[in-house]
């Protein structure tokens, strides 16, 4: 492969360097099937029902940027956090508390643009306090740690009803109207997803590659050599918490403006275990991962029941599908759907190039 | 105490290192007694001993990585003993690891880059360096001076044995280093590598002092100007190279003693 690129960019190697840098930096960008993708999202309305709109593709989008900040935290800094949902369903509570409601008696009536940026910053606020806590301990402590902390909240939400209404939750949440549209409506609240999920993929993408992402890679790979080097590894894994907090809170926005409620069932531990599933069966070593998993698990959750029922099962089994794919994900494949896409290629390419060389030879 | 030991001791406050009574305890085990070390800004040491003696818990000690049971340690003056790895090494200490401590999964650049950002500002940075940016020069200097610039692209689990040692160099070289201490830099290195890191050790401005533990004797003994012989974690003697190297005591201890 090296090969390759060093023979397509011998003309000129300043310019090359640069161009090179820029796609090591940008690598979607030199990609067709980037371009073609994004074009299908942009025209997709032209494309698709409302049902798809919203229940297949908004879901899968606001799903994904919960499972990105799951890829953020595992991917790059090694630490698998399943408080992402909690964290998510924290800022959607707040945006029900703080917004306007159905329970006049919780809900305060802000207006969206002041309640909005109150949920964001107080689920930051959350995510990094549990941060603080998780990175205390590591590898499976971790995953106990941040566990708990959403079997709690999930159980205080249930019991709580001055400001979580108990198992009934809070409905009725107003969503965003201004400039004179309706932005919950189907194809509006479509490209609202969208935009938010293209803004969470390309930042994660970004700061991959910026100092801090950097060195949180190395706290990864090495936290005692990190420390050698002049980096404090704790203070870099809770600002790592803090940023994956506030991607995990504006997915959690973009779900209760989609549901217009929200309730303990939306952040039950159940719950929480398919956002690791959903980053674990896309893959964790790129943010385009968690959105094929999204993908993936949202077409299973909607169609497997008919499918099911047509063979005579019982539909509540898809389940069962999601769970059998994620074995065989953790069997074959650990770094998920995209190693799987990656390796095949890799063996095209190999092939292919074997080929070729027979030609020549 | 022999003259030599003493005025090498004798340097007081302007030492660059000042270590008194460092003691460090594994359980029961003592891995280093009593260890008082005084070393001048820009002295280049050796630290002899066989396994065991205490050489590498002596760096741990040092760079917080393990802090020690007892005693202080001053650096530049300045009381370090308690604080943390990285506060000790914003104040211009550096390392290298026994055993290479690097990033596979990144790149031979950005290895360097992080070495470069640990000790400047803006490690927390969201924003990418530009082309121009200054650490990134430094950084292309640095790949350069250990001769990677060829692989510069390569992930580090990629590289041959002999190019990540040189990459620990480097990354100890990031920055303004006042003090390094190197821990068996030459372990399996070719006899081409070894004048390679003879070259590069030797070439270091002269403030830069450091300690370098190192078996290999002809590497050892031709980049210091003294030597500490430690043995079952104290100080066994401290001298010139020569005087170290034609001590009967050292040679039945070490030397003569069938190490390696």
Known sequence: MSLLQSTQFRSDPAASATRRAFLRAWPDFQNPAAWIVALILVIMPLIASGFFLIEIFATTLILGVIALSLMFLAGYGGMVSLMQLTIAGFAGYMVAVFGVSGNANISLGWPWWLATPMALALATLFGTLGGALAVRTEGIYTIMITLAIGAAFYYFTNQNWAIFNGHTGINTVATPHFWGVDWRADIAFYYVTLGVAAICYFAVQYVSRAPFGLALQGVRDNSRRMAALGFNPNAHRIAAYAFAAFIAGLGGVLQVWNYRQISPGSVSVGACIDILIIAVVGGITRPIGPFIGAFIFVLLRTFALDVLIKFGLDGNRFRLLIGLGFLAIVFWSSDGVIGLWERWRQRNKSTATRRSGGHHG | ?260
């Open chain 2, 1 to 260: 105490m022999d003259s030599v030991a003493h005025r090498l001791s004798a340097v007081g406050a302007g030492a660059a290192l000042e270590l008194r009574g460092v003691t460090r305890l594994f359980g029961a085990l003592a891995a280093l007694t009593d260890v008082t070390i005084t070393v001048r800004p820009g002295e280049r040491r050796a630290v002899l001993g066989s396994n065991g003696a205490g050489k590498t818990t002596l760096f741990n000690c040092i760079t917080g990585d393990f802090p020690p049971s007892s005693g202080t340690i001053r650096f530049f003056g300045e009381d370090i003993t308690q604080f943390p790895p990285y506060e000790r090494i914003r104040r211009g200490l550096r390392r290298t690891y026994q055993i290479s401590a690097l990033f596979p999964g990144l790149t031979v650049h950005d290895n360097v880059y992080l070495a470069c950002r640990g000790v400047s500002r803006g490690r927390f940075s969201f924003l990418r360096p530009g082309q121009t940016d200054a650490l990134m020069h430094a950084t292309e200097s640095l790949v350069q001076a250990v001769h990677l610039t060829a692989v510069k692209d390569q992930r580090v689990a990629e590289l041959a044995h002999g190019q990540q040692r040189q990459l620990e160099i480097a990354l100890a070289l990031a920055g303004a280093p006042r003090f390094i201490l190197f821990d068996e830099p030459a372990a399996g290195l070719s006899p081409t590598e070894r004048r390679e890191l003879i070259e590069i050790l030797t070439s270091l401005p002269a403030h830069i002092g450091y300690i370098i533990i190192e078996h290999d004797m002809d590497v050892a003994l031709r980049v210091v100007e003294s030597v500490t012989m430690m043995h079952n974690g104290r100080v066994f003697k401290e001298g010139l190279p020569r005087e170290i190297e034609s001590d009967p005591e050292v040679q039945e201890l070490y030397l003569g003693g069938g190490h390696e």
